[in-house]
């Protein structure tokens, strides 16, 4: 077995204490940022990871939805809107980075992907048809279950501007999403936590029998994974967002 490194046994130290389940989120953010504060030179992503108890090989049982984080990402989003003359000015004056039609759709089949994000109206869906083979592989493809599909595009633009996230259940029925940057206060980190966590518990699909959330995990980019106890996470939720 090969040794600890210094970072690792520094690491090992400052967990102590966290092996079982965790039943406070924000004691296991604040966990987080301490371990980082130590370990790490750059301004790590905090991730919360779910299990869901669900079996995605039903078409009943996905698991698919957006939220609006409240402390946002601590990123700069940029979102480009596919629509025609009134919808691409809106979409522009809300603070699009990029705005149009056919012109827009020429630039991305050249290659174009200066974006994070790409909504469109539903009269421009039928010409974004032709570059579903290379959106679609990097989750770039609109879809009216994620709002990115509406004639609200002032909105669309202004929640993605904002913090808005998608979460979507993987083939192992895993959710992995981003909420915040360890450099957040662990108030903020909290917020965007809880309201995830209620986005996730609301989306429970009706045919999911037994325990929905299996595990969570909040970790960072290159630190190490806290469990939280599962069973406290609706009641911690309930408590923080009243």
């Not at 079982?20 to 980082?36: G, H, M, N, R, Y």
């Not at 809107?81 to 603070?95: C, D, L, N, Q, S």
């Not at 940057?181 to 045919?207: C, E, G, H, R, W």
Request: some cysteine.
């Amino acid at each position: 077995m090969s040794k600890l490194t210094k970072k690792q046994k520094k690491i090992a130290e400052m967990m102590e204490g966290f092996a079982q389940p965790c039943t406070s989120a924000v004691d296991a953010i604040k966990k987080l940022q301490e371990v980082a504060k130590e370990t790490c030179k750059f301004n790590e992503t905090v991730e919360c990871h779910m299990a869901l108890g669900i079996d995605v090989k039903h078409a009943d049982q996905q698991v698919r939805s957006t939220t609006v984080l409240p402390a946002g990402l601590g990123k700069t989003v940029r979102v480009c809107v596919i629509a025609k003359g009134v919808k691409a000015t809106e979409a522009k004056e809300a603070g699009a980075d990029e705005a149009g039609a056919e012109e827009v759709i020429e630039k991305i089949a050249g290659g174009w992907f200066e974006f994070d994000t790409l909504i469109a109206t539903p009269d421009c869906m039928g010409m974004l048809g032709k570059l579903g083979r290379v959106l679609g592989p990097k989750g770039l493809m609109p879809n009216p279950k994620t709002g990115t599909v509406t004639l609200d595009v002032a909105k669309a633009v202004k929640d993605a501007k904002a913090g808005k996230v998608e979460f979507r259940a993987d083939k192992q029925g895993m959710i992995h999403v981003p909420i915040g940057k360890v450099q957040f206060t662990a108030d903020d980190l909290m917020k965007n936590y809880v309201t995830l966590a209620d986005a996730v518990l609301i989306a429970k699909p009706s045919t999911s029998k037994g325990v929905y959330l299996k595990s969570v995990h909040l970790t960072t980019t290159m630190g190490p994974s806290i469990k939280l106890d599962n069973k406290n996470v609706a009641a911690e939720v309930k408590e923080n967002l009243q």
